[in-house]
């Protein structure tokens, strides 16, 4: 009999791998607070001590739950017997985890549904954990591709949806932006491309700032698009010392063929003061001031939100000798006299549809009215960078958007009201470039570049150089 004077032992703790416990309280802080993945991800990973595989391993799981969402939420949505809302948060984040494993990861179905209990049980008790282990049970009975086809709209959008994880509403956008006009009809084959490269894992690019650092000191491989680029295989981009030192960055190639189409556009006459207009985080203003003290030429950053101007200084730093300075300034309202620039770089504020393979978490917070309420402001932006830039010196108009609302349609509203200005042939431009390789750029509109992650293997950049007449 047992003796009652005696203490009840309490519960052995249940003991978390440590990776997906890391996974987990990422999604959590990507959820409650509206955190990007890319920033807050190599924080955890540094305060926890996993590198290697174990960093690589967390890296997927994160950005692949993240990626897809949407379709695990419908699956899981199958397979419980209450409303997704009426679901714990902290219960759909291990869901989630639980299903990227079983459905797109080779994790064996055991540890997949055995780990994740776990973390539940030790998050949220017995209760939670017996819920979890019954629907990854279930999610289990069926692989990826039999749930979309169980679960998928018949319609085409509707069915790319859940089969690529995106909103609906984005993938009408990219079919739109993809076929080029409202009234074409987009190729299946390619929209499945396009959809398909925003789910997957984009290298780390690294770019050698001209007179600062070279390619071949970074590392990598590389690419045979930026003559300036690299790609990182594996490790630490800030272990590079030349990335350490701000020699280099990490940066798409896709930004940096911007940056360097707008260098290399012909202009008449002086070329000595440049301007990035909208300067923020600094990676582009970075490159950019390189470029120009090659020429001799000094680089302006202005950015609106002082918190950015101060990433555009720390970006910048070690490119002095082309710099002017870093200035918090409103793009629609020129802080400096009509005709002052040669060169203007307006990478507007955008929806970022063309970069959801590095930001997962952006297609889900993203609505159609952001689009709508963006495009006054593009608009703005480029008219007052045509108003800063003198006769004779070009504007480069850039978005990480394909979205034609966001590209065409802003340049030929602006370029409809007035008549001293006109489209370069942007795409010559780019492709004329010594060093820059590349096929298929041309964009919605005549004259302009529109890169795509399936075609190019950089995000979806859009560029249109236009000249002050």
Known sequence: MADPRRKSRPPARTKIDPSRGAAYDVLKQVRVEDAYTNLILPHVLRDRGLTGRDAAFVTELVSGTIRRQGTYDSIISACVDRPLAKVEAKVLDALRLGAHQLLSMRVPTHAAISTTVDLIRARGGQGPAGFTNAVLRRVAEHDFDQWVRRIAPHDPVGFASVAHAHPAWVVAELSTALAGSPEAQVDPVELDALLGADN?????????????????????????????????EAGDPGAVPAVAEGRAGVQDEGSQLVALALAAAPVDGRDERWLDLCSGPGGKSALLSALAAGVGARLLASELQPHRARLVQRATAAATDGLAGVIVADGTRPAWLPGTFDRILVDAPCSGLGALRRRPEARWRRRPKDITDLVPLQERLLAGALDSVRPGGVVAYATCSPVLEETRGVVEAVLAARDDVHIEDSAAIMTGIDGVELDDVDGPLAGTVQLWPHRHHTDAMFLAILRRD
């Open 200 to 232: 997957a894992s984009p290298q780390v690019t690294l770019v050698a700032r001209p007179g600062l650092s070279t390619p071949a000191e970074l590392g990598g491989t590389p690419t045979g698009r930026s003559p300036w680029a690299v790609a990182l």
